[in-house]
């Protein structure tokens, strides 16, 4: 099998490829230099030259508060890359799967969204992530649409690195303690798509690490596991001010894992743990 991958110089398309080519699935993983998902006919030639079974599409704009001010350029990247990279998956007849987002939904209340939910964004990059889930949907049967949140992996900026760097010149840090949610380990979502794209189990799914905490409680055990001493004040989301508006609730619900025999990610804090191993040893503190 032949997987091929977009945006392999983030942190997800990083892993995918790492994963893929651990199990001996040959990985053709690109970023913006080899192929401009904005640009049809690149994503056309490209692709087709490749000629994969499938494409794992984790390139995407998520500078959330910067994608308020460039509504048109996030659009392009999100919405028209992701239905560029579905029309060629259905010229081809290939799977497709899609990286999606907590943000698709308005993020109010305190239940656990499921995977078929209304989807009500609040949002310029939740609103262009969610264009993406309907192009890939109207385009293709063929498809996964893999929400996560809260992202954190090895290549690439990330909540756990900005703290960590923070830590460096400050002995207080701020950080909102109203928003909730599930930290997602890039290496352990790498495993589960890598599983994923070999079946024919399409549909939509939500897939971060279990357990649920706010920003505030994250913060306090990326200090506590790597051994920082730090004064983290809880604030809330109006006190801390943001361009764009985050979801209060983005607790998600995996239960469609495990009904379609998949295996869910470890608990938040196991992969925090294994993580900050990881930097420790990189010296990135």
């Known amino acids: 099998m032949k ?19 651990k199990r001996g699935i040959e990985a053709v993983g690109v970023d913006i230099q080899e ?13 087709r ?12 704009y998520t500078a959330v508060d910067a994608a308020e001010e460039n509504e048109a350029l996030c659009r392009r990247v999100n919405a028209d890359g992701a239905r560029n990279i579905a029309v060629v998956c259905r010229e081809l007849d290939i799977k497709m799967i899609y990286i999606s987002t907590d943000y698709v939904f308005s993020g109010e ?10 989807r009500a964004p609040k949002s310029v990059y939740g609103q262009t992530k969610y264009e993406g889930e309907l192009a890939v949907q109207s385009l293709l049967d063929k498809y996964f649409i893999v929400r996560i949140a809260w992202v954190f992996g090895v290549n690439g900026k990330n909540f756990v690195k900005t703290m960590l760097n923070l830590s460096k010149n400050h002995d207080t840090l701020t950080v909102v303690n109203d928003q909730f949610g599930s930290p997602t380990y890039t290496y352990d979502l790498a495993g589960l798509l890598a599983d994923m794209v070999l079946t024919e189990k399409y549909g939509v799914y939500h897939a971060t690490n279990e357990g649920v905490c706010s920003w505030y409680d994250f913060a306090c055990a990326i200090f506590k ?3 920082i001493e730090m004064n983290v004040r809880p604030v809330s ?12 609730n983005s607790r998600m619900s995996k239960d469609k894992l495990t009904e379609n025999g998949f295996e869910r990610l470890p608990e938040w804090q196991d992969a925090l743990k294994r993580y900050i191993a990881v930097l420790k040893e990189q010296k990135f503190f």
């Not at 192929?35 to 692709?47: F, L, P, Q």
């Not at 030259?49 to 995407?60: L, R, S």
């Not at 989301?237 to 209060?248: F, L, Q, S």
């Open 237 to 248: 989301t109006e006190e801390y001010g943001a361009k764009a508006a985050r979801p209060a």
């Open 109 to 118: 209340g305190e239940r656990f969204w499921e995977p078929e939910d209304e």
């Open 3 to 21: 997987v091929f991958v977009t945006g392999v110089k983030g942190q997800l398309g990083y892993d995918v490829v790492n994963e893929l080519e």
């Open 49 to 60: 030259e490749a000629a994969p079974d499938a494409v794992i599409h984790c390139a995407a």
């Open 225 to 227: 596991e790597a051994g």
């Open 35 to 47: 192929m401009d998902i904005t640009d049809e006919e690149s994503v056309k030639r490209v692709i």
